[in-house]
Nanobody, 124 residues
Framework: QVQLVESGGGLVQAGGSLRLSCEAS????????MGWFRQAPGKEREFVAT????????YYADSVKGRFTISRDNAKSTAYLQMNGLKPEDTAVYYC?????????????????WGQGTQVTVSS
């Protein structure tokens, strides 16, 4: 089994920055694409960003494009989400996910493994 553990969430003022990390452990699942999703209270889980196994292909939700950057370090089995220019509407629980293929995807249904989530709260 594969475990994904997110970290780096917290409380930040609007305009601030946070960097989320997602470390994979357990059974090797290389190659695998990674994704970040979020869920705000009373809303459905939504796509944020995704990155291919090689890291050369990334996709972003329009709402975060230009502010968030997804990256990965395969030697550390870790994916990152750098979040700059945070807004109150970015407040949500952020989840990382992994799928057993190298192809990045914005669809949550194609991911095989999920982390437990980390809370991000942006105050106005």
């Amino acid at each position: 089994q594969v475990q994904l553990v997110e970290s780096g969430g917290g409380l930040v003022q609007a305009g601030g920055s946070l960097r989320l990390s997602c470390e994979a452990s357990g059974r090797t699942l290389s190659p695998h694409a990674m994704g970040w999703f979020r869920q705000a209270p009373g809303k459905e889980r939504e796509f944020v960003a995704t990155i291919s196994w090689s890291g050369d292909i990334t996709y972003y939700a329009d709402s975060v494009k230009g502010r968030f950057t997804i990256s990965r370090d395969n030697a550390k089995s870790t994916a990152y989400l750098q979040m700059n220019g945070l807004k109150p509407e970015d407040t949500a629980v952020y989840y990382c996910a992994a799928r057993r293929t190298s192809v990045a995807s914005p669809l949550p249904s194609v991911y095989d493994y999920w982390g437990q989530g980390t809370q991000v709260t942006v105050s106005s």
